[in-house]
């Protein structure tokens, strides 16, 4: 006969519905219940006990295949979190090797020399990148399954799900539309639309309750009680934001003087951007773009960068700044860079702007002096192609090219845009016109004195003089 898969592994974000899934496959196979272990509950104080444990879970299956032997059911165990008992063997440094003796016993009533033929066991875990290779060979957990983020046919399905009851009993107004509320979640997980729901339910609630000394509801308003639209988009708009989705606030900050078009080079480097962006969108053969924008400092090119990645519209945009990795070794460095290219090869579609490359870098120029550990990092990043169905772009920002010239980066990006600062009378004054804080005769007087004469100022140097000169 033929031998069954006796593992698998279901791996993916938090909240994208792999206990569920497992549960599932339980009843589907019409087994008996399955066995639901958390992985750190199988660890124990005393010595040999965590391998007790396991041992316990496979007891019933050892006796039943005893007595019944190719006749015996199917006994699935699901073991969640299971990376917190399945480590790299040899990877805890300084440990009891506790964690290797209960891999080891896994192994062993799997696939050791008494291999039972009546088990599925799957595992379940955010961090599959943790767990011994051992264990997810062939014989094992050999069946690797992605929970990933829902598309927009999966969400919809969701949030009909989660509000069919509502729907029954007439809570649901009928302006909702799941169909729109499906568009507008993008990269939101099962349990944060299963969040989403609860806040418009508690939105709608709110509406009926006085809070004051005392909490009062007005209980003829609240047995015509609707949850509506307005509900479910205030809910999106202040509590649910998605882990893998799109935090304004990241880069609204960076854009909060709004872009100032002072000229040509400023048209030419957004239209550039919107390129990249259409093409990371439709293009099948590059899933990977990225792009640097470089120039003297105060040039503009982070609000740029911020800009370009707003106007993409991507489910996933994130910012990596050194000035979130203030006082980080470059150990930590690393893995924050790396913690968000992985998050960002979580959605279908991504941007990732890279700021401030030579900060990051820690590079001083007297010595010179850099980090070639977060350098070489950051290579491969860049260099990295999203998994397959995935779309990156990436917008690194710098004000030293010449440095990035000499460490080879350049060659990662796929092209390079300049940045330049305000050169001329004429283009200075399109940029008082615009900021709009002088008079007609204060532009007048200025336009005369800079009238033909070359002008060398970064936009963000010319805001910081103008809001000077209007204190005085």
């Not at 503009?300 to 910012?319: D, H, M, Q, R, V």
């Amino acid at each position: 006969g033929c031998k069954h898969v006796k593992g698998i592994l279901l791996y993916g974000p938090p909240g994208c519905g792999k206990t569920l899934m497992a549960r599932q496959i339980g009843k589907m196979l019409n087994a008996r219940e399955p066995k639901v272990v958390n992985g750190p509950e199988i660890l124990n104080k005393y010595v040999g006990e965590s391998e007790a444990n396991i041992r316990k879970l496979f007891a019933d299956a050892e006796e039943e295949q005893r007595r019944l032997g190719a006749n015996s059911g199917v006994h699935i165990i699901i073991f969640d979190e299971i990376d917190a008992i399945c480590k790299q063997r040899g990877s805890m440094a300084g440990s009891t090797g506790v964690h290797d003796t209960v891999v080891n016993q896994l192994l062993s009533k799997i696939d050791g020399v008494e291999q039972l033929n009546n088990i599925l066991v799957i595992g379940m875990t955010n961090r599959p990148d943790l767990i011994d290779e051992a264990l997810l060979r062939p014989g094992r957990l050999e069946v690797k399954m992605e929970i990933g983020l829902p598309d927009e046919k999966g969400r919809f399905q969701i949030l009909h799900i989660h509000t069919v009851r509502m729907r029954e009993h007439q809570l649901l107004a009928e302006d909702v539309d799941i169909a729109e509320l499906a568009v507008e979640t993008k990269n939101f997980s099962g349990a944060e639309l299963e969040g989403l729901v609860r806040a418009a339910q508690s939105t709608a609630m709110n509406r009926h309750i006085k809070a004051s000394n005392k909490v009062e509801v007005d209980m003829e308003k609240a047995e015509s009680l609707r949850v509506t639209r307005g509900d479910f988009f205030a809910s999106l708009e202040n509590d649910i934001k998605p882990a893998f989705g799109t935090n304004q606030e990241d880069y609204a900050s960076y854009i909060m003087n709004g872009i100032i078009k002072w000229g040509d080079p400023v048209t030419r480097v957004l239209d550039d951007g919107e390129l990249l962006v259409q093409q990371t969108k439709n293009s099948d053969r590059t899933p990977l773009v990225s792009v640097l924008l470089e120039g003297p400092p105060h040039s503009g090119k982070t609000a740029l960068a911020a800009k370009i990645a707003e106007e993409s519209n991507f489910p996933f945009i994130k910012i990596c700044s050194p000035d979130k990795m203030i006082g980080f070794s470059e150990t930590a460095k690393c893995q924050a860079m790396k913690k968000i290219f992985d998050d960002a090869y979580k959605s279908q579609l991504s941007c990732v702007v890279v700021d401030d490359i030579e900060r990051l870098l820690d590079y001083v120029p007297i010595g010179p002096r850099f980090s070639n550990l977060v350098l070489q990092a950051l290579l491969v990043l860049l260099k990295k192609a999203p998994p397959q169905g995935r779309k990156l772009l990436i917008i690194g920002t710098t004000s030293r090219k010449d440095v990035l010239q000499e460490m080879e980066m350049l060659n990662a990006f796929s092209t390079t845009i300049h940045v330049p600062n305000i050169a001329t009378g004429e283009q200075l004054m399109e940029a008082l016109e615009l900021l709009g804080n002088f008079k007609d005769k204060e532009r007048s007087t200025i336009a005369q004195n800079v009238k033909g004469k070359p002008v060398w100022i970064g936009i963000k140097k010319l805001l910081m003089l103008i809001e000077m000169s209007l204190q005085v």
